[in-house]
T-cell receptor, first 111, second 115 residues
């Protein structure tokens, strides 16, 4: 799997948008960008994924640059419960392939 | 969405004993499951890929005789930590794909403490 680079930590004020960047300059054409988050002492939770188009769901938006070498996860109105470690992963979309986690970004949402 | 469940969620055992952790896909069949280990303030480290009906594939540096994996059915994989020692204390997490989808679903994790 392609290696991703994320800032180790970020702060965000409650109610504001949280923008989490991810660099994946060696992504292959058939690899998707996946985002997961892990709240303390829980298993990771799926957030969103995309190939090249921007994606939005009830949790977040995913913006992927045109060259696909980087992406941004946007939490539009961060709450205290969004405090977690966010992992950006690139991998193929079919099942059975292992997923390697990087260090992720520790997001602190402050009141 | 698809659900993956682990049991037990936490376990304390004495050094030298063996501990089994179960990972179940509750509403889908998983031919492949993955086992991760996570130490405090670190990321998830992939230990092995569990394949239904065949031997698991272990990542480099993971002792297969220490961490026994069995995937006897399409909904159950087990990880047995044999002759556990305090350094095996960790958070163990399993995951599985739903069908042919690349979306991974994770269990709640199992915290092992070896005294």
């Amino acid at each position: 799997d392609a290696k991703t680079t994320q800032p180790p930590s970020m702060d965000c004020a409650e109610g504001r948008a949280a923008n989490l960047p991810c660099n994946h300059s060696t992504i292959s054409g058939n690899e998707y960008v996946y985002w997961y988050r892990q709240i303390h002492s829980q298993g990771p939770q799926y957030i969103i994924h995309g190939l090249k188009n921007n994606e939005t769901n009830e949790m977040a938006s995913l913006i992927i640059t045109e060259d696909r070498k980087s992406s941004t996860l946007i939490l539009p109105h961060a709450t205290l419960r969004d405090t977690a470690v966010y992992y950006c992963i690139v991998r193929v979309s079919t099942g059975g392939f292992k997923t390697i986690f990087g260090a992720g970004t520790r997001l602190f949402v402050k009141a | 969405g698809a659900v993956v469940s682990q049991h037990p969620s936490w376990v304390i055992c004495k050094s030298g004993t063996s501990v089994k952790i179960e990972c179940r896909s509750l509403d889908f069949q998983a031919t492949t499951m993955f086992w991760y280990r996570q130490f405090p303030k670190q990321s998830l480290m992939l230990m092995a890929t569990s394949n239904e009906g065949s031997k698991a594939t272990y990542e480099q540096g993971v002792e297969k005789d220490k961490f026994l994996i069995n995937h006897a059915s399409l909904t159950l994989s087990t990880l047995t930590v044999t002759s556990a020692h305090p350094e095996d204390s960790s958070f163990y997490i399993c995951s599985a794909n739903s069908g042919g989808s690349g979306e991974l679903f994770f269990g709640e994790g199992s915290r092992l403490t070896v005294l």
